[in-house]
C-alpha cells in the first residue's frame, strides 16, 4: 500500500524506559506532522517537519520528547524516561505540500501503554 | 480556552435524518479549516475542507461563518455508515503549520 505507515502498532513500556516510534510517509510528501492523541480527545500537535527542517517543535510536552527526520522520509518520535502521563495514541500525518495548505494523511497510529 | 470547541455529543439520529455540527474557534486569523472523520479505533481521514464560500460534496455542506468564528457540517440523508466521530481542525496563527483539532462530536445513526 502506498499509504502512511507506523511501527509498532502497539508498544507497552515499563516506566522509565525509552521509546521509539517510527512513521513511514507517503512517499514524496514534503510535510510530516506528529500528533498526541488521548482517550475521547482530538489529537494534540506535538511537531512538524518540512523535508528535513523540523520547523515547528512548540507541541512537544516536555525534552523527554524528541523527533526527527534526517533525510525528510521517515521520522522517528523519541520519548525518554516514560511516564504513565505519556500513555495515549501517536499519530503521524503526512501531506504532499508545505505548511497548512493541503489534506493530511494519517498513519494507524501507535498505541502506548506506559505501566 | 481551547483553540476550537464542539460539543461532544453523541448525535443519535435515524437513518434519513439531517444533522449539523457546529466548532467554534478561537483565533480569527486561521486560515484554513477541515472537517475529518475519525471510526472508532481508527485514525482520522479528511471529510472535507471549508472554504469562505462554503462547499458542498454529496450528502455533506461545510460553511464557514468567519465573523462569528464558527464552522460548520450539515449531513443530510443520513447513513447507517456515517456513524463516526467529526473533527473540526484549524490552523493556527502564529504558525500555520500548527493545527488543532477539536475534540469531536459523536454521531451515531441508528436504522
Given at each position: 500500500?502506498?499509504?502512511?505507515s507506523?511501527?509498532?502498532?502497539?508498544?507497552?513500556?515499563k516506566?522509565?524506559?525509552?521509546?521509539a516510534?517510527?512513521?513511514?510517509?507517503?512517499?514524496?510528501?514534503?510535510?510530516?506532522f506528529w500528533y498526541?492523541?488521548a482517550?475521547?480527545?482530538?489529537p494534540e500537535?506535538l511537531?512538524?517537519f518540512q523535508n528535513e527542517?523540523?520547523l515547528d517543535?512548540?507541541g512537544?510536552?516536555?525534552?523527554?520528547?524528541f523527533?526527527e527526520?534526517?533525510?525528510?522520509?521517515v521520522?522517528t518520535l523519541?520519548i525518554?524516561?516514560?511516564q504513565?502521563?505519556d500513555?495515549a495514541?501517536y499519530l503521524c500525518?503526512?501531506?504532499?505540500?508545505a505548511g497548512?495548505?493541503?489534506?493530511?494523511f494519517f498513519?494507524?497510529?501507535?498505541?502506548?501503554?506506559?505501566? | 480556552?481551547?483553540e476550537v470547541e464542539?460539543?461532544p455529543?453523541?448525535?443519535n439520529?435515524?437513518?434519513?435524518?439531517?444533522?449539523?455540527?457546529?466548532?467554534?474557534?478561537?483565533n480569527s486569523?486561521?486560515?484554513s479549516?477541515f472537517?475529518?472523520r475519525q471510526?472508532?479505533?481508527?485514525?482520522?481521514k479528511l471529510?472535507?475542507?471549508?472554504?469562505?464560500?462554503?462547499?458542498?460534496d454529496?450528502r455533506?455542506?461545510?460553511q464557514?461563518?468567519?465573523?462569528?468564528?464558527?464552522?460548520?457540517?450539515?449531513?443530510?440523508?443520513s447513513?447507517?455508515?456515517?456513524s463516526?466521530?467529526?473533527?473540526?481542525?484549524?490552523?493556527?496563527?502564529d504558525?500555520?503549520?500548527?493545527?488543532y483539532?477539536?475534540s469531536?462530536?459523536k454521531?451515531?445513526?441508528?436504522?
Open positions: 500500500g502506498a499509504g502512511v507506523q511501527s509498532p502498532r502497539y508498544k507497552v513500556a516506566r522509565g524506559q525509552d521509546v516510534l517510527r512513521c513511514d510517509p507517503i512517499s514524496g510528501h514534503v510535510s510530516l498526541q492523541q482517550l475521547g480527545q482530538g500537535f511537531t512538524y527542517a523540523q517543535k512548540s512537544l510536552p516536555s525534552d523527554r520528547f523527533a527526520r534526517p533525510e525528510g522520509s521520522s523519541k525518554q524516561r516514560t504513565q502521563e500513555s495514541v500525518a503526512s501531506s504532499l505540500e497548512g495548505l493541503g489534506e493530511q498513519g494507524p497510529g501507535t498505541r502506548l501503554t506506559v505501566l | 480556552r481551547k464542539q460539543d455529543g453523541p448525535f439520529v435515524p437513518e434519513g435524518a439531517t444533522v449539523a455540527f457546529n466548532c467554534t474557534y478561537s486569523a486561521s486560515q479549516f472537517w475529518y471510526d472508532c479505533r481508527k485514525e482520522p471529510l472535507m475542507s471549508v472554504y469562505s464560500s462554503g462547499n458542498e454529496g455533506f455542506t461545510a464557514l461563518n468567519r465573523a462569528s468564528q464558527y464552522i460548520s457540517l450539515l449531513i443530510r440523508d447513513k447507517l455508515s456515517d463516526a466521530t467529526y473533527l473540526c481542525v484549524v490552523n493556527g496563527l504558525n500555520f503549520n500548527k493545527f483539532f477539536g469531536g462530536t454521531l451515531n445513526v441508528k436504522p
